[in-house]
């Protein structure tokens, strides 16, 4: 028991050391506001945002996903500008300008995200006329938060009309499963490698990270299905997804969801990510034999392989599954998209193939999906 406290000592001093060389990245945050240059083809920052005139104006609001930027809807703002011009159109729905915000990907925690978007962005909101939402990635996270939160004093909510979550890990990424630690490995999880250290060493490197994670697959695709406590390695989503469970604004706002399933059989992120989907998220004994979960993990991103019992097909974009880009938790924050959940002549929910994670926000069938349901009469 000596050795194994010394272990623990060394152990926790060498994660201090990574806390502290990380801290670094740990700072104020920094919300900046980006306007969309027709001219250079990108957005460009707003260097006083309460002097930008909106008021009457229809926009588009842009968030984009962790450690990008703006600049990743460079070619969709260039579409509604084109497409859906106030100054061309004489009918909604129209833009007359596309903004973005820019975030650190630092660590900041989301919830400090989300409020200082909301105070930068709630005095603009109130002058225009209408505004859509397109998030990607964490930004759909960001903006869920900003949308469905009623104690945020400057709730965005009732001044979005739709939001189009792209790519969302509404959720979580699964991280691995905690249980069925075997007796004898007990003493060492719980002294050395216990579940806070290692939620310490992932948040050491990126606590926007752990915001993310949950325990293993919670697809929630049944109007019965309530996420728990212990579904989310932080308190982050499980609070964004379940209180309140209904949102406030549930009624009027209009959530539109896409995902996308890349080919398994040749797309080599798509297949790593459905072996650490196959191998990590099932009630595994995570500890029992790291040498059996690196053995399945190696043989499940085989293409060859994808038949396997123990390598279960479950579709992913490389990196966010299909089940958490258009969870059902959606349901409880938006009446609409409840409506038309899986409808079949206008889902509020879409699966699109092939195209990676990080490519989606300028995906032409992304955009392409956005032009059928801005041009039907449900929008």
Not at 297 to 322: E, F
Not at 323 to 332: F, G, P, R, T, V
């Amino acid at each position: 028991m000596i050795y194994l406290n010394k272990l623990k000592q060394a152990f926790h001093f060498l994660l201090l050391i990574s806390v502290f060389i990380s801290a670094t990245a740990y700072g104020n945050s920094v919300i900046s506001l980006y306007q969309y240059n027709p001219n250079q083809k990108q957005f460009i920052i707003v260097s006083n945002p309460s002097s930008l005139d909106v008021k009457g104006k229809h926009l588009a609001l842009t968030i984009h996903g962790f450690q990008d930027s703006p600049q990743a809807f460079n070619t969709l703002a260039e579409h509604l500008l084109s497409k859906y011009a106030c100054n061309q159109l004489k009918t909604s729905p129209c833009y007359d300008m596309v903004l973005g915000i820019d975030y650190p990907s630092d660590g900041t925690i989301l919830q400090t995200i989300g409020m200082q978007m909301s105070s930068l962005i709630q005095p603009l909101l109130k002058q225009a006329t209408s505004t859509d939402i397109y998030a990607h990635s964490m930004g759909v996270l960001i903006a869920r938060y900003e949308l469905e939160n009623p104690n945020l004093s400057e709730n965005i909510a009732p001044y979005i009309q739709h939001a189009i979550l792209i790519g969302g890990p509404n959720n979580g990424i699964p991280f691995y499963v905690r249980n069925d630690v075997p007796d004898w490995l007990k003493p060492i999880w719980n002294n050395l490698i216990s579940d806070d250290i290692i939620k310490s060493i992932v948040g050491a490197y990126n606590q926007q990270i752990i915001q993310m994670l949950s325990y293993g697959v919670i697809p929630q695709v049944s109007d019965s299905a309530v996420p728990k406590d212990s579904d989310y390695v932080d308190p982050f989503l499980y609070k964004l997804n379940s209180e309140p469970k209904d949102a406030p604004y549930a009624s009027k706002l209009k959530y539109y969801s896409i995902a996308s399933n890349l080919n398994h059989t040749e797309d080599s992120g798509a297949l790593w990510a459905n072996a650490i989907y196959s191998c990590y998220a099932p009630a595994v004994n995570v500890l029992s034999s790291f040498a059996n979960i690196v053995s399945c993990v190696n043989s499940c991103r085989n293409p060859q392989n994808q038949q396997n019992k123990d390598c279960r097909n479950t579709p992913n974009d490389g990196l966010i599954a299909v089940y958490s880009a258009n969870s059902y938790i959606l349901a409880y924050k938006s009446v609409f998209w409840k409506t038309y959940y899986n409808n079949p002549k206008t889902p509020s929910n879409v699966v699109i193939n092939n195209v990676p994670h990080a490519n989606l926000p300028q995906s032409a069938l992304v955009i392409s999906q956005i032009n059928k349901w801005m041009d039907q009469k449900t929008w």
